[in-house]
C-alpha cells in the first residue's frame, strides 16, 4: 500500500486582486509520479512556488513527511529532503558536468563551500565521498559518464536537462520537483527523459511531482494528474480518468479557443 509523502489542504495564493490559487487541496503518493497540468496562468508554478517555500501562502498548509512546511524557511527544504528543478535550465557554462552535479549536495556538506578552504583535511575526504557518491548513483543512473569531466557549455539540450536532473538528485532527496522537465526536448529526447524519471522512482524510491505541458509524456509515465484551471483543482486521477473528464476537455478547449 502507497501512502501520501505530500499532503496540500485548502491553499490559498493572492497576488494584488488576482487569485492565483484557490482552495487547492492534492495528496502526492510515495514512490510514484504525480503530474500538475492546466492551462498557461492556471497556478502551476504558484503551487510549485509555495510547496518550495518562495511564495506565502494566504491560508492553507503543506505537510511532507509529516511536517508541516509552510512555517518553515525555503532553505530547509533540503534538510527536509526536498530538491527541485526550474523551467529555465541554471548549470554553470564554464564548469564540468561533475563539478555542476557536486553544486547540488553542498547545501548538506558539513564543511561547506567556504570552510572548505580553511579545514582542508575534512573538506577533502568529504569531497572525495562525495565524488564516489555522485559516480556510484547520479551519474550511473543517468548515464552522464561520458560527458562527466566535460564543460557544461556545447553540451546539446537534452543532456544539460539531466545534468539538472542529477545535481537534484545527488542530495538523494525523498521528494524531487520537476518543473517542465520536457520542455525544449526534441520528441526522440521525450522518452528518454521520461524512461531516467521512472527509473529515479523505481529504483531510488523517490517520489515525483512534476509540472509540465507535454500531454503525451505525462500521459504516458504518471501514476497520478492533477488538472488546475483558473487556481482551482478541477480533476485529479489516473490519466486515463483525467483525459476522459468532461471539465478538463473544457478547460483545454476553452484555453485553445
Ligand atoms: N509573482 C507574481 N506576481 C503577480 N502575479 C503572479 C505572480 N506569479 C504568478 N502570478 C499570477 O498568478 C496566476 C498563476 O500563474 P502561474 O505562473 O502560477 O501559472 P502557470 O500555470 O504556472 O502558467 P504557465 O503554464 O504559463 O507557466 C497568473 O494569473 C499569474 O499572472
Given at each position: 500500500?502507497t501512502?501520501?509523502?505530500?499532503?496540500?489542504?485548502?491553499?490559498?495564493?493572492?497576488?494584488?486582486?488576482i487569485?492565483?490559487?484557490?482552495?487547492?487541496s492534492?495528496?502526492?503518493p510515495?514512490?510514484?509520479?504525480?503530474?500538475?497540468?492546466?492551462?498557461?496562468?492556471?497556478?502551476?508554478?504558484?503551487?510549485?512556488?509555495?510547496?518550495?517555500?518562495?511564495?506565502?501562502?494566504?491560508?492553507?498548509?503543506?505537510?511532507?513527511?509529516?511536517?508541516?512546511?509552510?512555517?518553515?524557511?525555503?532553505?530547509?527544504?533540503?534538510?527536509?529532503?526536498?530538491?527541485?528543478?526550474?523551467?529555465?535550465?541554471?548549470?554553470?557554462?564554464?564548469?564540468t558536468?561533475?563539478?555542476?552535479?557536486?553544486?547540488?549536495?553542498?547545501?548538506?556538506?558539513?564543511?561547506?563551500?567556504?570552510?572548505?578552504?580553511?579545514?582542508?583535511?575534512?573538506?577533502?575526504?568529504?569531497?572525495?565521498?562525495?565524488?564516489?557518491?555522485?559516480?556510484e548513483?547520479?551519474?550511473?543512473?543517468?548515464?552522464?559518464?561520458?560527458?562527466?569531466?566535460?564543460?557544461?557549455?556545447?553540451?546539446?539540450?537534452?543532456?544539460?536537462?539531466?545534468?539538472?536532473?542529477?545535481?537534484?538528485?545527488?542530495?538523494?532527496?525523498?521528494?524531487?520537483?520537476?518543473?517542465?522537465p520536457?520542455?525544449?526536448?526534441?520528441?526522440?529526447?521525450?522518452?528518454?527523459?521520461?524512461?531516467?524519471?521512472?527509473?529515479v522512482?523505481?529504483?531510488?524510491?523517490?517520489?515525483v511531482?512534476?509540472?509540465?505541458?507535454?500531454?503525451?509524456?505525462?500521459?504516458?509515465?504518471?501514476?497520478?494528474?492533477?488538472?488546475?484551471?483558473?487556481?482551482?483543482?478541477?480533476?485529479?486521477?489516473?490519466?486515463?480518468?483525467?483525459?476522459?473528464?468532461?471539465?478538463?476537455?473544457?478547460?483545454?478547449?476553452?484555453?485553445?479557443?
Open positions: 500500500m501512502s501520501d509523502i505530500l499532503d496540500v489542504s485548502g491553499v490559498d495564493v493572492t497576488f494584488g486582486g487569485r492565483a490559487l484557490s482552495d487547492v492534492l495528496s502526492v510515495e514512490r510514484k509520479i504525480t503530474a500538475v497540468i492546466g492551462p498557461n496562468g492556471a497556478g502551476k508554478t504558484t503551487l510549485f512556488n509555495v510547496i518550495s517555500g518562495f511564495y506565502k501562502a494566504n491560508s492553507g498548509s503543506v505537510t511532507f513527511a509529516g511536517a508541516d512546511l509552510l512555517s518553515q524557511p525555503a532553505h530547509t527544504r533540503s534538510a527536509n529532503g526536498i530538491s527541485r528543478t526550474f523551467q529555465n535550465i541554471a548549470l554553470f557554462p564554464g564548469m558536468v561533475a563539478e555542476n552535479i557536486k553544486l547540488g549536495a553542498h547545501a548538506q556538506l558539513r564543511t561547506g563551500l567556504f570552510t572548505a578552504g580553511l579545514y582542508l583535511g575534512p573538506a577533502a575526504r568529504e569531497e572525495r565521498e562525495l565524488e564516489q557518491r555522485m559516480d548513483t547520479v551519474i550511473e543512473l543517468l548515464g552522464l559518464e561520458d560527458s562527466r569531466d566535460s564543460s557544461v557549455s556545447g553540451l546539446p539540450y537534452g543532456t544539460q536537462k539531466r545534468i539538472e536532473l542529477a545535481r537534484a538528485l545527488i542530495s538523494a532527496p525523498r521528494l524531487l520537483m520537476l518543473d517542465e520536457f520542455a525544449g526536448l526534441p520528441t526522440t529526447e521525450k522518452a528518454t527523459m521520461a524512461a531516467q524519471i521512472r527509473k522512482v523505481d529504483e531510488r524510491g523517490v517520489t511531482l512534476l509540472i509540465d505541458h507535454d500531454m503525451e509524456s505525462i500521459m504516458g509515465m504518471s501514476d497520478q494528474v492533477v488538472v488546475l484551471n483558473f487556481g482551482e483543482v478541477i480533476a485529479a486521477g489516473a490519466p486515463a480518468e483525467v483525459q476522459a473528464n468532461p471539465a478538463v476537455i473544457e478547460a483545454y478547449l476553452g484555453a485553445e479557443a
